[in-house]
């Protein structure tokens, strides 16, 4: 009976360890996930951030061909 005891605690003990490793294998995971994440929220900005900048450029190249007729006409009225 006592062999069994011991044999069943190794056991026991055994899993402990593997369990302490599955948790900090856990750790790590979520770590490089966090970072992952991190990363997709800062591409995601400088995406947003260049459409921005690319629809801002692309309204200034539509505004100087019906704007600047304007502006002529208000060199020559001056």
């Excluded at 991190?38 to 900005?45: A, D, L, N, S």
Aim: proline share 3%; aromatic share 0%; glycine share 2%.
């Amino acid at each position: 009976m006592a062999l069994e005891l011991q044999s069943l605690k190794a056991e026991r003990d055994k899993l402990k360890e593997a369990l302490r490793q599955i948790e900090a294998d856990q750790r790590r995971v979520e770590t490089e996930l966090k970072a992952i994440r991190q990363r997709e929220i800062q591409t995601k900005r400088e995406i947003e951030a260049l459409s921005t900048l690319i629809d801002l450029g692309e309204s200034r190249d539509e505004e100087p061909t019906s704007a600047t007729p304007a502006k002529k006409t208000k060199k020559v009225q001056a």
